[in-house]
């Protein structure tokens, strides 16, 4: 699948500048494969400089990859959207702290977006509390949980 994007960035406290939006528009299927040392050097491309070539080939390759994985963990197509873009804002967020020492660049990706779908399903599943009911409860010496 080919992705379209578009990339908003937003400057945060110590200059460093993150994505802040992402697009995303999967249209035809075009399959190419990146090896393991491109995809390292572009991450570290990331790092370095925040490369936005980098950044761009590497969420045109990573982002219809991501969003199947979340399809396949049961995510619905917007939640899967979702997931990808969270887990490429993470990858230009934490690019410094890859180490292709100590895992392949796509492994380091895919414990990225599973990690970001565990939040996701604990965010879906956890329980809503009116903070009026929780208030009442306490006021009237209901034991906290």
């Known amino acids: ?48 400089v925040r490369d936005r070539k980098a950044f761009a080939e590497l969420f045109t390759y990573l982002a219809p990859r991501l969003k199947a994985f979340g399809l396949r963990q049961g995510a619905s197509s917007a939640a899967a959207e979702e997931l990808a873009q969270e887990a490429m804002i993470a990858l230009w967020r934490k690019a410094g702290t890859f180490d292709r020492k100590r895992a392949t660049a796509l492994t380091w990706v895919f414990t990225i977006v599973r990690n970001k779908r565990i939040d996701m399903f604990r965010r879906e599943n956890r329980p809503e509390v009116r903070l009026e009911e929780a208030a009442d409860q306490l006021s009237h010496g209901a034991p906290a949980d």
């Not at 992705?3 to 992402?22: K, Y």
């Not at 494969?33 to 390292?40: A, K, P, Q, V």
């Open 1 to 48: 699948m080919d992705a379209a994007f578009a990339i908003s960035e937003v400057s945060h406290v110590g200059g460093s500048v993150t994505p802040f939006r992402m697009v995303l528009s999967f249209r035809t299927q075009v399959e190419y494969r990146l090896d393991n040392d491109r995809l390292c050097a572009l991450i570290e491309a990331v790092a370095a």
